[in-house]
Nanobody, 124 residues
């Protein structure tokens, strides 16, 4: 079982930025596709962004496209989510997720390992 630990959440004003990090207990992060999901109170967990094993391809939810950037440092077993131009509707618990395959879909069921989550709160 892959262990994932997120950090970097916090309280920020609308328009501000945060950078989330996720450290994975893996020998070869390059073979895993990594993703970020979020869950707001009373809502379903939703896809935010994903990056392929090699880091060469990324995809984003329409709601964050152009504002968020996912990146991966395979040498440090770390995945980042840079969040700019934050909006109050971005408020949620953000989860890091790992897919043991280097390519796949964006459904929650495509990812087999999850972190505990980090809270992001954007004030208006």
């Amino acid at each position: 079982q892959v262990q994932l630990v997120e950090s970097g959440g916090g309280l920020v004003q609308a328009g501000g930025s945060l950078r989330l990090s996720c450290i994975a207990s893996l020998r070869t992060l390059s073979t895993y596709r990594m993703g970020w999901f979020r869950q707001a109170p009373g809502k379903e967990r939703e896809f935010v962004a994903a990056i392929t094993g090699s880091g060469g391809m990324t995809n984003y939810a329409n709601s964050v496209k152009g504002r968020f950037t996912i990146s991966k440092d395979n040498a440090k077993n770390t995945v980042h989510l840079q969040m700019n131009s934050l909006k109050p509707e971005d408020t949620a618990v953000y989860y890091c997720a790992a897919d043991r395959l280097p390519y796949g879909g964006n459904a929650k069921t495509d990812f087999g390992s999850w972190g505990q989550g980090t809270q992001v709160t954007v004030s208006s």
